[in-house]
């Protein structure tokens, strides 16, 4: 392990050559300790990369997760390595394991179109207080909290069929472009979108002597009829003097907007929450695709009864599957 400090002076413990990226990105783990957080990637099976902005609140339980050799290394050598040999290691896959299950409350890709049903709230909520009740040692006076976006309070189940489309009402004018794409997940809280690259559809028409663009947002599974309108979703589209705010409409999130008249077929739509900020990198369309490849797997291994001690969560979801 690698130990070491970043630009802003924070101490970083690490399995890798470099330094973690300032904006964890969609398949990290983060879960907050005593003096600073930990951070796995659901995709890869590395030790945990620490960030500590408090190396002495942390000594509690560096030696636990990392070893002896490291808990000194961090305490009187920064910018040197030592060998990962943790003390406790039951405690480090305990952790580990909270740490998948706050991100699963944030970032599971539930996607009707993609056949990933959702995790059931009740459920997941209980394993992590169990869990966190296990991790104690990591906590110290502190609350286990995770660096994510709160998830919308959204409760009442319904179903909701894929979206034919964009709709424009009855004379849906003449159609000049059209397409598809994914939403940012980073922009949009969990519940309120489809997590499939195919959940957002926009068409741009020609409507009498005006070109106006329709977009349509498939809901996420489980989002209930009624929903504030501080979480409507809003739609930027190239072009548009402003953002298109997408009402919920049966089963579609739907909105659209005149576009000035030189408007041509090159423009991109983006569905996210007002007063989440841009990220500062763009999104990894790929990485996106390999977070959904990696909850399929795991519900086809709860399936086959290959996967070791799946959330019980997952296990539930992987039952129900055959409905989506």
Do not use: K
């Not at 630009?7 to 330094?19: E, F």
């Not at 034919?164 to 949009?188: E, F, K, L, V």
């Not at 329709?214 to 809003?234: N, Q």
């Amino acid at each position: 392990m690698r130990i070491l400090r970043d630009r802003h002076g924070a101490l970083v413990i690490t399995p890798h050559d470099g330094l973690p990226p300032d904006e964890p990105e969609v398949d990290a783990a983060v879960l907050d300790v005593a003096g600073g957080h930990l951070t796995w990637s659901v995709l890869a099976a590395d030790a945990p990369v620490a960030v500590l902005d408090d190396p002495e609140a942390a000594q509690s339980w560096i030696w636990a997760l990392y070893g002896e050799e490291i808990a000194v290394a961090a305490a009187e050598a920064p910018d040197s390595t030592a060998d990962y040999a943790p003390v406790l290691p039951e405690l480090a896959g305990t952790a580990a394991r909270l740490a998948y299950a706050h991100w699963a409350a944030r970032w599971w890709p539930a996607s009707t179109i993609d056949a990933i049903p959702p995790l059931d709230e009740t459920l997941l909520n209980a394993e992590i207080a169990e869990l966190t009740e296990e991790c104690e040692l990591l906590f110290a006076d502190t609350e286990a909290e995770t660096t994510h976006v709160a998830a919308p309070a959204l409760e009442g189940p319904t179903a909701y069929a894929l979206a034919a489309g964009p709709a424009t009402g009855p004379d849906p004018g003449i159609p000049i472009a059209r397409g598809t794409t994914g939403t940012d997940w980073r922009r949009c809280p969990p519940g309120l979108i489809d997590a499939s690259e195919q959940a957002v559809s926009w068409q741009v028409s020609r409507l009498a002597a005006r070109t106006v663009v329709a977009v349509t947002a498939v809901p996420a599974p489980g989002l209930p009829s009624t929903v504030p309108a501080h979480l409507w979703p809003h739609a930027t589209v190239t072009g548009a003097p402003e953002e298109i705010a997408l009402r919920l409409r049966e089963d579609a999130w739907i909105g659209d907007s005149a576009l000035p008249g030189a408007t041509g077929p090159d423009i991109t739509v983006e569905v996210h929450l007002p007063g989440l900020a841009p990220p500062v990198a763009a999104a990894d369309r790929d990485l996106r695709g390999r977070v959904r490849a990696f909850a399929h797997a795991r519900l086809d291994g709860i399936r086959a009864g290959t996967l070791a001690e799946p959330l019980r969560a997952e296990s539930a979801a992987a039952e129900t599957e055959t409905d989506y």
